[in-house]
């Protein structure tokens, strides 16, 4: 009913300023003196003109837009309803003067063009003036809703776009407890400027100094896809100064031209490794999940929990999650319930292996699209346990491919790793042969099923982040096991947007290869986390070599001899177009290999895989040298 009744008083004010206007315009047109015949004109061609306008307006979405939210956007699009009225106007203007009078109707309709030009401007600021007052007072309200605290003298860095909506939300927003002093910024031309009141001083490399000056107490890096040497360097001269070190989310993070402030947060690791900000199509991923019913495995894991967040934003029938734990399964659930209440989910413990619990899930709910990401992901675990590796990695992924391809699901997407390129670890290779499946079933299937393969995540459950952030908190040592090993890193939320893009673009039987940037050196990795937890490497926190573990590479690679990569529409994403094995052989194949991994023989195991994955390197090595994660 309160909706309603706003509705009503937004439509009456906007009628009413259209009528003033138009009236406005014949007062100034005939300067305040209006003859009889114009009186009469006016008189009958107020409400239909106002009608029009009105119709023009909704028809480009004006009325729909809230007017406490109004922007440039939303003026723009006022003005272009009012020129547009004006035009149909003026072409009935000029029809009626080349059919004549005799057209008794539109003759009385005829209004003179220069009220109808005045009449457009008036309006215009009529309509945008009166949503920018409540623009204003909307923003007044919200400020005063807002419990202060206790400001911070802070130190704003970079006077772009971003800083520019950093400077105006923080006067917004007096709970953020930030009092800015002053921006730095490396163009010289914005020295001496002032921004929403904020004064430009000078460049970084005077940080320090004008930190001091002005008794700025914290750094606040207004962007995270500023270039990592930079927010290392400024990183490294506030550590040195005893001035705390924070950054913004980047540009993908500002929506509607305000900064998501509420993510302040320090400086972290994935800010040192250059990774820019991912760019998505998102015209192409919505139409692939809108109103379609979703299915993920491995829900609760790392990857999977970040494809079910980002499956939600653009707004599916139903999200099916499919997790062997239990306790994982939980979390996301109640997380993702919690943040898209309009989103129905579904809960689902099964273990990908199961047959008849994940034929009854697919029977039940149909999905239109699957992703694929349970998988046992451990190397040096893998080793351990590598009947367990094949049943799941291969068997497993077997068992949901087949049912989305019985099912006739429209497209599965499997997850897959570096360490399926050249094999020299078992969970390597049990990733590469669920490729060689999903490959050679994609081809006797009207499904779309592609491959993404990618490297490490920053952060996922078991990493090497969380690793040595656990040995830091202990007082060390940090254990690293060669001073040359190296890996890709990618983070979390880019890998799996760079999955559901890679998705929507498959055609059926693609491995496609994410852009993983350049390799990181493990035991830079490791130095740049100590000094972010304010230690000091090697004096204050010792670093261990430990060696290199059974199946590991000093370097990952994401590409494959005789893989023919070529470029997609995305930048970051590659697709290789790997020769799909004969589904005979691959059927045979896994018949002999299910025979041995419910066997008690690794070695027998391994020697089959040596045989069926020709690029598989693996030296056997007696569980006894095998070594704890680190």
């Known amino acids: 009913m309160r909706k309603l009744t706003t509705l009503a008083v937004l439509t009456l004010l906007d009628v009413g300023i259209l009528s003033v206007s138009l ?11 209006i003859p009889a015949e114009m009186v009469s004109r006016l008189t009958t061609a107020l409400p239909l003109v106002v009608a029009l306008q009105f119709f023009v307006l909704s028809a480009v979405g004006v009325r729909r837009s809230p007017w406490g939210c109004v922007g440039f956007r939303e003026v723009f699009r006022i003005f272009a309803a009012m020129t547009g009225a004006a035009a149909i106007i003026a072409v009935g203007w000029f029809a009626v003067r080349f059919f004549g009078e005799s057209w008794a109707a539109a003759g009385a309709l005829t209004i003179p063009l220069g009220a109808v030009g005045i009449d457009a401007a008036i309006a215009f600021v009529g309509l945008a003036g009166a949503r920018g007052i409540a623009r204003l007072l909307t923003e007044r309200a919200d400020r005063a809703s807002l419990a202060p605290r ?34 730095l910024d490396d163009d010289p031309l914005k020295h001496g400027q002032v921004i929403h009141g904020v004064p430009v001083h000078g460049g970084t490399s005077e940080l320090i100094d004008l930190c001091r000056k002005h008794g700025a107490l914290q750094v606040l890096i207004t962007s995270s896809s500023m270039h990592h040497r930079d927010i290392r360097r400024i990183a490294q001269l506030c550590e040195e100064s005893g001035i705390a070190a924070k950054i913004v989310p980047g540009v993908f993070e500002i929506v509607g031209w305000r900064a ?98 994940m034929s009854a899930v697919f029977r039940e709910h149909e999905p239109d699209v699957v992703f694929h990401a349970a998988a046992h992901k451990h190397v040096p675990m893998m080793e ?25 699901v ?44 990618f490297g490490n995540v920053l952060g996922s459950a078991g990493s090497v982040i969380p690793i040595f952030q656990e040995q830091i908190a202990r007082g060390g040592p940090v254990t690293v096991t060669h001073p040359e090993m190296r890996r890709y890193f ?13 998705g929507s673009m498959g ?45 590991e590479k000093l370097y990952e690679e994401l590409s494959t001899q005789g893989e023919d990569v070529a470029k997609t529409r995305h930048r970051k994403i590659f697709i290789g177009n790997l020769r799909p094995h004969p589904w005979e052989q691959v059927t045979e194949n896994l018949k002999e290999l299910r025979e041995l991994a419910d066997q008690d023989d690794p070695e027998a195991l391994r020697r089959k895989l040596l045989e069926l994955i020709p690029e598989f390197r693996h030296e056997a090595a007696d569980a006894g040298e095998l070594q704890s994660a680190g």
Not at 306 to 333: D, M, Y
Not at 392 to 401: D, E, K, L, M, P
Not at 423 to 442: C, D, F, H, N
Not at 517 to 545: Q, Y
């Open 507 to 551: 055609q059926g039987g693609e491995i496609f290869v994410l852009d993983m940037g350049e390799p990181v050196r493990i035991v830079d990795l490791a130095r740049d986390l100590i000094s972010l937890s304010g230690f000091k490497p090697d004096d204050d926190i010792e670093i261990v070599f430990s060696g290199i573990r059974p199946g």
């Open 150 to 183: 206790e400001a911070v003298p802070t130190m704003l860095i970079g006077a772009g776009m971003e800083g520019i909506l950093v400077a105006k939300e923080i006067g917004n927003r007096p709970d953020l407890g930030i009092h800015p002093v002053g921006f």
């Open 490 to 502: 990618m983070t979390i939320p880019e890998a799996c947007q760079l999955v559901l893009e890679a």
């Open 23 to 33: 009236s406005l315009a014949f007062i100034l047109r005939f300067d305040g003196s």
């Open 410 to 453: 429209k497209e599965f997407v499997m997850i897959s790793t570096d360490k399926a390129v050249n094999p020299t670890s078992v969970m390597g290779a049990s990733k590469r042969l669920a490729e060689i499946y999903v490959q050679a079933l994609s081809q006797r299937s009207t499904t779309r099923f592609v491959v993404v393969r």
């Open 384 to 408: 351990w346990n590598p009947g367990e590796a094949i049943k799941n990695n291969v068997f497993g992924s077997r068992v949901v491919a087949d049912l989305a391809h019985a099912c006739e």
């Open 260 to 357: 998501n402030l509420s993510r302040i947060r320090k400086v972290a690791i994935e800010d040192l490794l250059g990774r820019e900000p991912v760019v998505l199509e998102d015209s192409a991923i919505e139409a692939d999940l809108r109103a379609k019913v979703i299915l993920v495995t491995g829900a609760g894991g790392s990857i999977g929990s970040e494809i079910c967040r980002q499956v939600c934003t653009f707004g599916p029938r139903a999200l099916v999650l499919v997790e062997q734990a239990e306790n994982s399964l939980f979390q996301i659930h109640r997380e993702l319930a919690a943040a898209f209440p309009e989103v129905p989910l579904v809960p689902t413990i099964a273990d990908v292996c199961d047959v008849v619990r």
